[in-house]
């Protein structure tokens, strides 16, 4: 089975377009896990554009209350504090998700758009790496699929990687030449990642339409899905949008 992660931002962003708690985030996640989604992402920013530490306090005692569910909050490991954002992984160590997934995103980043180059960011995600480790947090590192990237990422103790999902469906939206080409090379970094022992992870971007051919990629464990299941739930429903996913996940 797949797992399908709600990714909760998009709430966040509506609410904080206005004072007040319209729509409520957590609501909307009790709403998602009732329809059967197996976990929550969150990918808190300093500037709290849309997801704030409060939102990942409350979600993280929401998913510890149900079973099987899991709690994933992303987001660049280098930010430093901004207000009452404290940095990633101080945030991931006071609410204990089951999984933190590292992305090397800029501040001022309208999304994230890329992988990490361990080449450069291994040696000072190390100590992060550990700290989160040593917490018992799962540590996923969003990624390109490129396979000597994907083998530092084991050396330098990942369990798990997300592949940036991106260029994937920006080719199936423009039925690009290349979308073969692009859905073989994920399917070769997936297949290495299991084969050094790495769980495989995806999403940015990922919708009904990119979905079908996505599942079939070898090992994936788990999709965080958020954007496009949000605007899905303008016209389904939320509850309905979230089991239109699993649906498809299912290959229904
Ligand atoms: C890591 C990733 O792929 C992103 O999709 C992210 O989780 C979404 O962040 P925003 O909602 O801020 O675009
Ligand atoms: N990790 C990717 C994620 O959480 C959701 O990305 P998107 O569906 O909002 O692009």
Do not use: W
Request: hydrophobic content about 40%; glycine content about 8%.
């Amino acid at each position: 089975m797949i797992a399908l992660s709600v990714n909760l931002n998009k709430i966040a962003l509506i609410r904080n377009s206005r004072e007040g708690n319209f729509p409520d985030v957590i609501a909307h996640g009790r709403t998602c896990l009732d329809a059967g989604a197996q976990g929550i992402t969150v990918h808190p920013r300093p500037d709290q554009r849309h997801i704030r530490p409060g939102d990942v306090r409350e979600l993280a005692s929401l998913c510890r209350e149900r079973q099987d569910v899991e709690f994933n909050v992303e987001g660049n490991p280098f930010a430093a504090p901004m207000g009452d954002y404290p940095g990633l992984v101080e945030l991931a160590l006071e609410n204990q998700p089951d999984q933190c997934t590292l992305v090397p995103d800029s501040t001022d980043q309208l999304t994230s758009d890329h992988g990490f180059n361990l080449k450069l960011d291994g040696p000072r995600l190390v100590p992060q790496i550990a700290k989160l480790k040593n917490a018992r947090i799962r540590v996923s590192l969003f990624m390109e699929p490129d396979l000597e990237q994907i083998s530092l990422a084991r050396d330098i103790g990942a369990d798990r990687i997300e592949l940036y999902t991106g260029p994937y469906a920006e080719a199936v939206a423009r039925q690009s030449p290349e979308l073969d080409d692009i859905f073989a090379s994920h399917c070769a970094a997936a297949e290495h990642a299991r084969q050094l022992g790495l769980g495989v992870n995806a999403g940015h971007d990922l919708n009904l339409v990119n979905l079908p051919r996505y599942r079939t990629l070898p090992g994936l464990q788990e999709v965080s899905i958020g954007h496009a299941m949000t605007v899905d739930a303008i016209a389904m429903g939320l509850e309905n949008a979230v089991k239109a996913y699993l649906d498809c996940l299912a290959g229904n």
